[in-house]
């Protein structure tokens, strides 16, 4: 054990290497890291080398280019141009550093506890500077205060949201067992089918109505569009790829795992379909009933709404994609399980 630890690179180093490579591949890459090592600097090199190709083929493996676009898109209509410039790269390097697993419940209520006090802080470094912000201008220090103690009360229920995703997720049924016969798979995977069929044929009229309606309320046509196509593709694509009674075990592993990963990619666009005409909304008020009417106090809430509506949209595509990816982890480890008799 002593010898296999000098022969091994600084332990602040190695941390470094496996916080830079994306979860999906750390196992892997660190492993091949390991046995070429020959001295920090050497492995050092090799990881600068070998890491930002990894971090680019999980880029484009995890890449969903619908969602990206309409995150762009919204970026675009509420931010500008250049925010979507410097938005997209970074939404695309996050894919690359998706979650393998669901993620840890402590971690998640932690993260919610630190976004709401970090948001917080900032209020208060906002509400106590001397110098005049556009959107300050109106605002007296009581205004401020009361919303600072009503941002106090968004933390208990951003914890209490997560933790109702998380209780969900432990609800579920994921795949157990770690063997199981070609036929008990093959039953499960059209369950599975089934489910996503009657998912996606209801989500589909429920897209086509809220598109007819945004039709008669005047939404944005672009809007419109995306709900009519969404669930035009629903209808042609809502019963996924069934597999041929003929394919064997790994085969049939490998439809599962894919289907799985398909229904994780439309729904996480779907998703942020269903809130768009909500920021959309919000924007809209922003500028035409907030900034431009000169009311900083509606402009401030409604920046806090799109602010939780998109942690809401956040967490529930990380509890969701997270429960995904498990479920493909645990097919690529499941074996066939013979039947008695067979070789």
């Not at 506890?113 to 009581?142: K, Q, W, Y």
Request: hydrophobic share 55%; aromatic share 10%; with cysteine.
């Amino acid at each position: 054990m002593e010898a296999a630890r000098l022969n091994a690179p600084p332990d602040w180093l190695e941390r470094m290497v496996l916080l830079a490579i994306p979860p999906a591949a750390r196992e892997g890459v660190a492993g091949d890291l390991w046995e070429t090592y020959q001295n920090p600097r050497q492995y050092a090199a090799e990881a600068l080398h070998t890491v930002p190709f990894v971090i680019a083929s999980q880029m484009r493996r995890n890449l969903n280019l619908p969602a990206l676009m309409l995150q762009g898109a919204l970026i675009f209509i509420c931010l500008g141009g250049v925010a979507t410039f410097v938005a997209l790269p970074v939404l695309m390097l996050r894919e690359a550093y998706q979650a393998t697993a669901r993620p840890c419940p402590r971690r998640a209520i932690r993260e919610v506890t630190l976004l709401s006090s970090g948001a917080m802080v900032l209020l208060f470094v906002i509400m106590s500077a001397r110098f005049a912000f556009p959107v300050r201008a109106g605002v007296d220090h009581f205004m401020w205060m009361n919303l600072f103690l009503l941002g106090l009360l968004l933390s208990p229920f951003l914890c209490i949201f997560r933790a109702v995703l998380i209780l969900q997720g432990d609800r579920s049924t994921p795949l157990a067992a770690s063997v199981l016969a070609k036929e008990d798979l093959a039953r499960d995977y059209r369950a599975f089918l089934q489910r996503a069929l009657c998912r996606n044929l209801l989500e589909a009229v429920a897209l086509a109505f809220a598109a007819v309606c945004g039709f008669f309320f005047a939404w944005n046509a672009l809007l419109i569009g995306l709900f009519a196509l969404a669930a035009i593709y629903l209808l042609l694509a809502a019963a996924g790829q069934r597999a041929s009674p003929t394919c064997d075990f790994v085969s049939l592993r490998a439809h599962y795992q894919r289907e799985l990963a398909r229904q994780q990619h439309l729904h996480r666009f779907l998703r942020w379909l269903w809130f768009s005409p909500v920021l959309v909304a919000l924007h809209i008020r922003l500028t035409e009933q907030g900034l431009a009417a000169n009311r900083p106090m509606t402009a401030i809430l409604d920046c806090v709404a799109a602010a939780i509506l998109c942690f809401l949209v956040t967490a529930l595509n990380r509890e969701h994609g997270g429960r995904m990816q498990e479920q493909i982890g645990l097919l690529d480890r499941l074996r066939e399980r013979r039947a008695a008799g067979s070789l």
